[in-house]
């Protein structure tokens, strides 16, 4: 009676640990899809270190949507290339450099052989125009496709915190200081124009 109910504890352990034992090896099938997704981060960090953006949009599935951190929506080659081109180089760009550092809170999570979710954290650091450097904590979220035998970045969402948002405070800052700049110099050139006119008036009585 014993042995029997030994056997029967033996055999539900058993029955726990086969399920355990199958699902290991499942996410060791994916260790070369780990290798070169962790090379795609990187390929698309120096592409937007180095502002290359024919180097990141190969980085893309050939359809692909990239949400910004202005909340913008990317879906083609041109529409990067220009976004970047007005946010470093516009004539109202105030922004000359970004340095990019992701990190993933997770492994990227498998949906198929061919699709898998990732999402994490980046520090984000800013180059003013005026020399000053800004950094901004952003978090975001990627869906991967494998085409061809390689991994690319089907959608790609980068947010941050609005109400912490030191990048904005200091565009914000800066239009005020603009504003302020222009009503001081209008009053002061209505001012001159005032005066000009009411010395004409004095001198050409009706």
Not at 58 to 74: E, G, I, K
Not at 90 to 108: C, F, R
Not at 124 to 133: A, F, H, P, V
Request: charged content about 20%.
């Amino acid at each position: 009676m014993k042995m029997n109910l030994i056997r029967l504890l033996l055999f539900a352990f058993a029955i726990q640990i086969v399920p355990l034992a199958d699902a290991q090896p499942a996410d060791d099938n994916h260790q070369a899809d780990h290798v070169a997704l962790r090379a795609l981060r990187e390929r698309v960090v120096t592409a937007l270190d180095n502002q290359d953006m024919k180097a990141l949009t190969s980085c893309f599935a050939t359809n692909f949507a990239f949400t910004t951190v202005t909340q913008d929506v990317l879906t083609n080659d041109a529409q990067v290339q220009e976004f970047f081109d007005r946010m470093f180089h516009g004539d109202g760009a105030l922004i000359t450099s970004l340095k990019t550092e992701p990190k993933a809170d997770i492994l990227t999570r498998f949906l198929s052989d061919n699709v898998g979710v990732c999402y994490g954290t980046s520090i984000d650091t800013y180059t003013m125009k005026s020399g000053e450097i800004v950094k901004m904590n952003v978090r975001w979220s990627a869906t991967v496709v494998k085409e061809n035998g390689e991994w690319k970045v089907a959608i790609a969402h980068v947010g941050t915190d609005f109400l912490n948002n030191p990048v904005l405070d200091r565009v914000t800052s800066f239009w005020k200081r603009a504003v302020c700049i222009a009503c001081s110099v209008g009053i002061v050139v209505g001012g001159i124009i005032g005066w000009i006119l009411g010395r004409r008036g004095r001198k050409n009585p009706a």
